[in-house]
């Protein structure tokens, strides 16, 4: 029996929601936060109908007391957290110069001070426990620049380095730290991209069977980072 217990972020849809069905069907329990608590509940009560057992936490990740709160939530039902998915993030697609500040604080807000925060809360209780996995859900936009992406690239670039650094940091307290960073993935975020082939897109459920091939991973190994796309479309 799975007793690992698993933190999603972004979890009321796209890739967030299949990682939750596939950690769901590999028997571990769940702790599903999105801001989005209506979706949140829905999915959480059918997971839990299938005999998992979840703890859906409405959350925004970009307000630290918000992130306190949920995490606090999560070690005082499950005394524990082994597994941290950060999948949450948004995309503005615009020039640099028709990207607006509201635009851009969203941006800084959710992909990079709502990734630390989480990652910061979760982190000290892995090291107590000295073990854990922190698994970025990135982007090959956090590998090479795109053009009307610019503020996109800036916060996915960042995540990269923020792992690598974690990485390094946590080594010691024998907690894992990786990154997917994947080509375009066919997801309600991506809905505005106007494409005749999204068919040909990597599925969120695509990203779902890499992070359970990761998590299947002998202890001793780590993957620092996974690349992915489409063998017939990439960024």
């Not at 599903?32 to 509940?41: A, F, G, T």
């Not at 992909?111 to 209780?125: A, Q, S, Y």
């Not at 620049?145 to 390094?168: E, P, Q, V």
């Not at 969120?204 to 780590?222: G, R, Y």
């Amino acid at each position: 029996m799975n007793t690992k217990v698993a933190v999603i972020t972004g979890a009321s849809q796209g890739i967030g929601k299949e990682i939750a069905y596939q950690l769901a069907e590999d028997g571990y329990n769940l702790a599903l936060i999105s801001r989005n608590n209506e979706v949140l509940l829905e999915i959480s009560e059918l997971l839990s109908s299938k005999g998992c057992n979840v703890l859906p936490i409405p959350c925004d990740i970009s307000d630290i007391n918000s992130v306190r709160s949920a995490i606090n939530q999560v070690i005082n039902y499950y005394q524990k957290i082994d597994i941290l998915i950060c999948n949450a993030g948004i995309g503005v697609y615009n020039s640099l110069q028709q990207t607006s500040d509201d635009e851009w604080n969203k941006i800084l807000s959710v992909n990079i001070n709502g990734t630390f925060f989480i990652t910061r809360e979760v982190v000290k209780h892995m090291v107590k426990s000295k073990s854990g996995y922190v698994l970025f859900i990135g982007s090959e936009a956090g590998k090479q620049g795109f053009k009307n992406l610019s503020s996109y690239c800036f916060s996915k670039f960042g995540i990269n380095g923020f792992a690598a650094s974690l990485s390094k940091e946590c080594k010691k307290y024998g907690i894992r730290v990786g990154v997917i960073n994947s080509g375009l993935v066919n997801t309600e975020s991506n809905s505005n991209i106007i494409s005749s082939m999204k068919s040909t897109w990597l599925q969120p459920n695509d990203i779902a069977k890499i992070v359970q091939m990761t998590l299947n991973l002998p202890d001793h190994v780590v993957l620092d980072e996974i690349s992915v796309h489409s063998i017939h479309h990439r960024l």
